[in-house]
């Protein structure tokens, strides 16, 4: 059974750079039919898809995060990981990593908040 | 860029109630429409994909439908576990950018 685990900081300080990965068990990323992605929900509202990454690097990303957002794979660890940077308090959220195809998410990390506060 | 409306944001049911609703794309978007289920602190689930596919292990109340621009999301008879909230979310971009509905919170009458 595929599971992705988020890991990184819970609280990040105003103008700094939000670091997570995602780390994916029971499959390989290096798989030919998905892609990996990153969405975030704020506390109380809805989703927003920030990026994702296909295992040969290729990326895609949020216009409206592009300029911020920065996502890599690291194929021998089994694990990818988003950098966001000059976060203020609006990009506080729980982050989610997930797998999808050309069309869908299917498996979804569990999610961890991220709070921007001094 | 495609902006996805759902209707209602919100809705009171009772359990064996028959629940729909509605997501509008600003463009066409063919049928590229996905369903998710969210309960409180827990990720989004898929329910239904290309608009109108049940993934696999979802129960067959849920139904989906719809084309173009105009989508409908159906539980035939809400049950107790059917009580969350609810997103559409369309694929139709090339490369892929994906947007999501703001949800739908059904909860308990």
């Known amino acids: 059974q595929l599971q992705l685990q988020e890991s990184g900081p819970g609280l990040v300080k105003p103008s700094e750079t939000l670091s997570l990965t995602c780390t994916v068990s029971?499959?390989?990323?290096?798989?030919?039919?998905?892609?990996w992605g990153w969405i975030r929900q704020p506390p109380g509202k809805g989703l927003e898809w920030i990026g994702s990454?296909?295992?040969?690097?290729?990326?895609y990303y949020n216009p409206s995060l592009k300029s911020r957002v920065t996502i890599s794979v690291d194929t021998s660890k089994n694990q990818f990981s988003l950098k966001l940077s000059s976060v203020t308090a609006a990009d506080t959220a729980v982050y989610y990593c997930?797998?999808?195809?050309?069309?869908?998410?299917?498996?979804w990390g569990q999610g961890t908040l991220v709070t921007v506060s001094s | 860029d495609i902006q996805m409306t759902q209707s209602p944001s919100s809705l009171s049911a009772s359990v064996g109630d028959r629940v729909t609703i509605t997501c509008r794309a600003s463009?066409?978007?063919?049928?590229?429409l996905n369903w998710y289920q969210q309960k409180p602190g827990k990720a989004p689930k898929l329910l239904i994909y290309?608009?109108?596919s049940l993934q696999s292990g979802v129960p067959s109340r849920f139904s989906g439908s719809g084309s173009g621009t105009d989508f409908t999301l159906t539980i035939s008879s809400l049950q107790p576990e059917d009580f969350a909230t609810y997103y559409c979310?369309?694929?139709?971009?090339?490369?892929?950018?994906?947007?999501f509905g703001p949800g739908t919170k059904v909860d308990i009458k």
């Open positions: 997930a797998r999808h195809t050309y069309s869908l998410f299917d498996y």
């Open positions: 029971g499959g390989s990323i290096s798989s030919s039919s998905y892609y």
């Open positions: 990454i296909y295992y040969s690097g290729s990326t």
């Open positions: 463009q066409s978007i063919s049928s590229y």
């Open positions: 290309a608009a109108s």
């Open positions: 979310q369309q694929s139709y971009s090339t490369p892929p950018q994906f947007t």
